[in-house]
C-alpha cells in the first residue's frame, strides 16, 4: 500500500521568509513518480514538478527547490523568499511507475501555506 | 497543450434534483478520465476511473447509482450526481489521461466543479 503524509496542516509565514513543506512517503515499490501540486483558492490544481525514483538529484525552480532523499523516502517543497501569491494549498502525491500499476496518484492531506504581507 | 476544462465551474441546485458536470480534454485524446472530490480543507479522494467505451470503475464506498459516469468519446466524461442532497455538496475534480504522450501516462487536472446542495 502507498502512503503520503504532509505532517503540516497549516503553515503561516511573513512575505520574504523561506518556508519548507514536508512531505514522506511509504510505498513497496522500487520505482515510482513523486508529484507537487498547488491549489490556490481558486481550486484549480497547478502541477509543479514530477521526480522519478531513479532521480535523486534536487532541483530548483526559481524560488522552488525541492529535496528527494530516498533513504528517508521524503520529498521536501522549499519556496525561497515566499510572497503572497504563494499562499495555497499545497499536496505531495505518490505515483507508481511501472505499466502494470495503477496510474492514479496517492495524495497526501495538503498543506495550507498562508503568507502574509 | 493538455489543457482539461470542466463546465460548469460552480452550480448550486436543489436537494432531490440531478446535476451533471462535464470533464473535456482539449487538445488532446483522453481515453481515460478520472474523477475526484474534494471536501473543504480535505485531500483529493478518487471516485471513479472512467474509459472510453466502458464501464466506470468505481473505488471503494463509491455509490455507482448515485453518480452516473459516461465516457462517451475520447474528449468528454460526464458525472451525474443523481437524486443530490446537502452531504454531496463538494468540490469535484477531473483528471485526464493522454496516451500518446511520451511521458509515462501524465494527468492532466481540470479547474473543478464546486457543487452547493441546498
Known amino acids: 500500500a502507498q502512503k503520503v503524509t504532509q505532517a503540516q496542516t497549516e503553515i503561516s509565514v511573513v512575505e520574504k521568509e523561506d518556508v519548507t513543506l514536508d512531505c514522506v512517503y511509504e510505498?513497496?515499490?522500487?520505482?515510482?513518480?513523486l508529484f507537487w501540486y498547488k491549489q490556490p483558492p481558486s481550486g484549480e490544481l497547478v502541477f509543479l514538478i514530477r521526480r522519478n525514483s531513479f532521480d535523486e538529484q534536487n532541483e530548483i525552480s526559481g524560488r522552488y527547490s525541492w529535496n528527494f532523499q530516498k533513504s528517508t523516502s521524503s520529498f521536501n517543497f522549499t519556496i525561497t523568499a515566499s510572497q503572497v501569491v504563494d499562499s495555497a494549498v499545497y499536496f505531495c502525491a505518490l505515483r507508481r511507475f511501472t505499466s502494470g500499476g495503477s496510474y492514479i496518484p496517492t495524495f497526501g492531506r495538503g498543506t495550507s501555506l498562508i503568507v502574509h504581507p | 497543450g493538455a489543457v482539461v476544462s470542466q463546465h460548469p465551474s460552480w452550480v448550486i441546485c436543489k436537494s432531490g434534483t440531478s446535476v451533471k458536470i462535464e470533464c473535456r480534454s482539449l487538445?488532446?485524446?483522453?481515453?481515460?478520465m478520472f474523477w475526484y472530490r474534494q471536501f473543504p480543507k480535505q485531500s483529493l479522494m478518487l471516485m471513479a476511473t472512467s474509459n472510453e467505451g466502458s464501464k466506470a470503475t468505481y473505488e471503494q464506498g463509491v455509490e455507482k447509482d448515485k453518480f452516473l459516469i459516461n465516457h462517451a468519446s475520447l474528449t468528454l466524461s460526464t458525472l451525474t450526481v443523481t437524486s443530490a442532497h446537502p452531504e454531496d455538496s463538494s468540490f469535484y475534480i477531473c483528471?485526464?489521461?493522454?496516451?500518446?504522450?511520451?511521458?509515462?501516462?501524465?494527468?492532466?487536472f481540470g479547474p473543478g466543479t464546486r457543487l452547493t446542495v441546498t
Open positions: 510505498t513497496r515499490d522500487t520505482t515510482y513518480y
Open positions: 483528471s485526464a489521461r493522454d496516451v500518446l504522450r511520451i511521458e509515462p501516462y501524465e494527468q492532466y
Open positions: 487538445d488532446f485524446q483522453a481515453t481515460t
